[in-house]
């Protein structure tokens, strides 16, 4: 309430060295199905869950609660720069509030579709790289009631959301195998050369969850 933005936490699976798919792109499933399904449970109990444009062309992801018992449906929300995402995606499905976040000046070519499947646009401001500006982002959406965040997704936007400080949580399943260096990243820190520019990040717990650790972190500053 006092930021105006919803409390973002970030969830990132892995291998031991950090990396979330092999070279060919290879990432179902990494960790096991203990964890998969308490990924579920956080979604339960998120209001809101966010993803890119990216991930869902590549996974086509429901981003639904697919859990035994009355668990509310989260809204599913979608950062969406070029309008890529098509009406039929999985995660435009009825049974939950669906929003897109757009930039400014999106044509109404690529909006109005979404709008006639119940779809609601948002249209954010660009940052200085032409980026959705995350910020404004998150004000559109703290507008839309969503008072808290469960982002799943891709290394870049991860990077983003850390660099820019706007994570309160992180959480991070580590399964017990090794993928190599050819494989792809946790995160994204372009331009990252000394250590006082990495993020700084507390932990606040660290527990089994099947064969893998999940561990709660926050961030330092």
């Known amino acids: 309430m006092l930021l105006a933005r919803p409390w973002l936490t970030l969830k990132l699976a892995a291998s031991l060295d950090g990396r979330t798919a092999t070279a060919s792109g290879e990432s179902r499933w990494i960790t096991g199905e203990a964890a998969r399904a308490e990924v579920h449970r956080l979604r339960g109990e998120a209001g809101a869950v966010m993803t890119t444009s990216a991930t869902v062309i590549a996974d086509n992801p429901q981003l639904d609660v697919r859990l035994p018992g009355g668990w509310r449906q989260p809204d599913r929300i979608v950062l969406d720069r070029f309008g890529r995402v098509p009406a039929d995606a999985r995660v435009w499905a009825p049974g939950a509030r669906r929003y897109a976040l757009m930039a400014e000046g999106t044509p109404a070519a690529l909006t109005n579709p979404l709008q006639a499947n119940g779809v609601t646009v948002l249209l954010a401001r660009l940052d200085d790289h032409q980026k959705i500006d995350l910020a404004d ?80 972190l926050r961030p330092l500053d």
């Open 137 to 216: 982002a998150l004000k559109l959406l703290a507008v839309q009631e969503v008072n808290e965040l469960l982002v799943e997704c891709g290394p870049t936007l991860a990077g983003s959301l850390l660099r820019q400080g706007c994570v309160d949580e992180v959480v991070v399943y580590l399964a017990p195998r090794l993928l190599g260096d050819l494989a792809k990243p946790l995160v994204r820190l372009p331009n990252l050369v000394r250590l006082a520019q990495a993020p700084r990040l507390r932990y606040v717990s660290a527990v089994l969850v099947g064969e893998d650790l999940r561990m709660v």
